[in-house]
């Protein structure tokens, strides 16, 4: 985009905020080790092809990054902050907010969300083998919150920033690790209201 691989922003923005020390780029792949290093991240390994496959959960993928740190570097980092290269435009500060906002609640992890207005889950069906429109949620459709105003707010997870805490990682971890634990018992929502939401996972959204 404008003449940039989508992984310059992500780490040109977390070297501008103030509250990261260290910017680590985590892949299997050479090519992107040097892009990450020619923009100024660090890549001191390449990530085992095992934990680079797509149904890969990010939670095996931060615990090698910070096992590595630890053995080869005797580094241990009490808070990872994970940033996808997929978000191109996050606002100024934002990492900040978030990390400061962790520490003063106390808990084990933060999200940001933002709201999904009229993408609303009571608003939506799901449809059986003749495509005939059954209830997604049951008790909850349009019928009965016919109107937005009727609806509760609800909010979704954007991948602009998510924080863990070093001692939710395992350890020990495998390839089959899912999610659980990883973001602890107590996760804050941090309310993005950032008006760019872009999330690039296909042609069309770059486009």
């Known amino acids: 985009v404008n003449g940039l691989p989508l992984l310059a922003y992500t780490?040109?923005?977390?070297?501008?905020?103030?509250?990261?020390?260290?910017?680590?780029?985590?892949?299997?792949?050479?090519?992107?080790?040097?892009?990450?290093?020619?923009?100024?991240?660090?890549?001191?390994?390449l990530r085992p092809r095992s934990l680079s496959k797509s149904k890969i959960s990010d939670k095996p993928v931060l615990a090698h990054a910070a096992k590595w740190l630890e053995e080869n570097e005797n580094y241990y980092p009490d808070i990872l902050i994970y940033l996808r290269p997929t978000v191109l435009l996050r606002k100024k500060g934002l990492i900040s907010k978030c990390v400061n906002k962790l520490i003063s609640t106390n808990c084990t992890s933060l999200r940001t969300i933002r709201e999904v207005g009229h993408w609303h889950p009571y608003?939506?069906?799901?449809?059986?083998?003749?495509?005939?429109?059954?209830e997604f949620l049951k008790d909850k459709n349009v019928e009965k919150y016919y109107q937005s105003q009727l609806l509760p707010k609800i909010y979704k997870h954007d991948g602009y920033v998510d924080i863990v805490l070093r001692k939710n990682l395992p350890s020990q971890f495998h390839t089959g690790d899912n999610l659980k634990d990883f973001y602890g018992k107590?996760?804050?929502?941090?309310?993005?209201?950032?008006?760019?939401?872009?999330?690039?996972?296909?042609?069309?959204?770059?486009e």
């Open 11 to 45: 780490i040109k923005y977390a070297l501008s905020e103030k509250n990261v020390d260290r910017v680590i780029v985590s892949t299997d792949s050479k090519v992107i080790q040097k892009i990450a290093k020619k923009h100024g991240a660090e890549c001191p390994f």
């Open 123 to 134: 608003w939506m069906v799901k449809l059986d083998k003749k495509n005939i429109i059954k």
């Open 186 to 206: 107590k996760i804050y929502g941090f309310i993005n209201e950032d008006k760019h939401f872009i999330n690039i996972d296909n042609y069309n959204e770059l």
